[in-house]
């Protein structure tokens, strides 16, 4: 999508083709449109339900819940017994998040964090099959580390909204008031696909996806590897 939020043709496409959202996912995708609130578009909706279909993670991490759309999306595609964790600073939305899981009978396996993600992510030992990263685009860098931290060997970290409507790959001048976080993302991508911990896909899904799987090899800490 650009910068208009007109779907482009190959979004229109991927739309009419996927299995769309249903019964309450789709109030929560139309109510999130209405209000302007940010959730993963339907294509990336669609990649997360194949990528916990296909990896069955029992513990998920997700940094940046809103109002619980991809939550609930990832939570009803997970294994029995599957539990997430997900962190959200917005008090507002958090509420309506927790109502939404009640109303989906899913709070029981969904735990969601108040507060700001740079200061839950250092408090955090569980170890994560799968994490999706979808909270401040200019704080990706920051969250990478603690993910590489907390990622079990072989997990997968799912990284939304890279290619930011392009400007992320837009030659410099990037315009103004985006150049910190296209800057951010460029930084974000450069360390993720230079990091050997990891196996790193861009994929032009979305508003760009980057999925990676951290190698079975290699548990160290990214620090510890950049260091190197
Ligand atoms: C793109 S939305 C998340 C959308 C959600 N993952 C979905 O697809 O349904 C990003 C959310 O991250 C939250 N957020 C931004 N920075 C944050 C931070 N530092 N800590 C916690 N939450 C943050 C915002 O309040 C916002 O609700």
Do not use: W
């Amino acid at each position: 999508m650009q910068e208009t939020g007109i779907p482009t043709p190959l979004e229109s496409f991927l739309r009419r083709t996927l299995r769309p959202a249903e019964g309450f996912l789709a109030d929560m995708e139309r109510s999130a449109g209405k209000r302007n609130i940010p959730v993963c578009r339907p294509e990336t909706s669609a990649l997360l339900r194949f990528l916990v279909a296909a990896k069955q993670p029992g513990r998920i991490l997700e940094i940046g819940t809103a109002i619980g759309y991809s939550t609930s999306v990832m939570a009803m595609s997970q294994p029995d017994g599957g539990r997430i964790d997900t962190l959200e600073m917005d008090e507002a939305r958090a509420d309506e998040a927790e109502e939404n899981f009640r109303l989906l009978g899913l709070s029981g396996r969904i735990n969601l964090l108040r507060g700001d993600a740079l200061e839950i992510l250092p408090c955090l030992t569980t170890p994560y099959d799968l994490i999706f990263m979808d909270a401040a685009k200019g704080q990706y860098p920051e969250y990478l580390d603690h993910c590489t931290r907390l990622m079990v060997s072989g997990g997968v970290l799912v990284a939304d909204n890279v290619l930011f409507m392009g400007l992320s790959i837009m030659e410099d001048p990037v315009p103004h008031k985006h150049r910190t976080i296209a800057v951010r993302l460029r930084q974000f991508l450069k360390e993720l696909c230079g990091n050997p911990a990891y196996e790193t896909s861009i994929l032009p899904v979305g508003d760009g996806v980057a999925v990676a799987c951290k190698r079975p090899e290699c548990s160290m800490h990214a620090n510890d590897r950049k260091a190197e």
